[in-house]
């Protein structure tokens, strides 16, 4: 009995422990929530079999705001930083084995998914420690803006323009700025405060991703538009204060 009593009081004082509750428990809400995406992901691939680029684009957008789990539950640099690394490995040995095909379904060659987990490792190597708003502005800019661009662009593009070889849509191109502009606007007012001088350096930031998102030849766009977004919004709010 005394034993019992003694293993009682052990588990009690781990669960009591701050630091293991708050290593633990942000770790497994993250990992539930990836679990989750790639479920609907597969899901979406058997419902919708004619349309794989909204399967690619819904994860696009659901992974990408894993940022802000990290965020909002206070996940170390380190810990991100090392996901990103697995991220990128990951993607290098889904060109050669189709680890997902669900989500490396569509039918052009692109390192996207290999440039997006480089973005979120570079972001947060710098950002994270003192300036975190900075790496989610650069991730949800890309994630909401170019899988909003492709979403409205493949089903309202109606209105034509040529970048070199690669064919957009007018309305796929206001889609990304208005979220580019939607993600800076939000994210920068709620932590310095809403001002016109916010607005003003995020429709700047929108202009900006939206002219790299056009030149999205092999994904490209996945590494520019998130460091354009999280390092241009960095340098010209040091310019307000």
């Known amino acids: 009995m005394s034993q019992f009593r003694i293993l009682l009081g052990t588990l009690f ?13 942000p770790l497994a809400a993250v990992f539930a929530y990836l679990v989750l995406l790639v479920m609907l992901a597969e899901a979406l691939s058997h ?6 680029e909204l399967t690619r684009k819904v994860v696009h957008i659901g992974s990408g705001n894993v940022i802000l789990l990290a965020w909002w539950l206070n996940i170390s640099r380190t810990v991100i930083v090392s996901a990103a690394i697995i991220a990128a490995a990951i993607a290098i040995i889904s060109y050669v084995i189709p680890i997902l095909p669900s ?22 190597a710098y950002f994270w420690q003192d300036s975190p708003q900075y790496a989610v502005i650069g991730i949800l800019t890309m994630a909401w803006g170019d899988g909003m ?7 309202f593009g109606q209105h034509k323009y040529q970048v070199g070889q690669i064919i957009k849509s007018w309305e796929g191109s206001l889609a990304m700025s208005m979220a580019a502009l939607i993600v800076t606007g939000g994210i920068l007012a709620s932590v310095v405060g809403n ?3 916010i607005w003003g350096i995020s429709l700047g930031v929108a202009v900006v991703a ?16 998130p460091l354009a977004s999280g390092f241009i919004s960095f340098f010209w709010m040091q310019g307000l204060s």
Do not use: C, H
């Open 149 to 155: 661009a492709a979403i409205i662009g493949q089903r």
């Open 47 to 52: 419902l919708i079999t004619d349309d794989p």
């Open 210 to 225: 939206t002219i790299f998102e056009a030149f999205s030849k092999l994904g490209i766009d996945n590494l520019t538009v």
């Open 103 to 124: 989500i490396e379904s569509v039918q052009r060659k692109s390192f996207g998914t290999l440039f997006y987990a480089i973005s979120m490792g570079v972001l947060t």
């Open 195 to 197: 001002s016109w001088q």
């Open 13 to 25: 004082s781990l669960s009591s422990n701050n630091t293991l509750v708050n290593l633990t428990f």
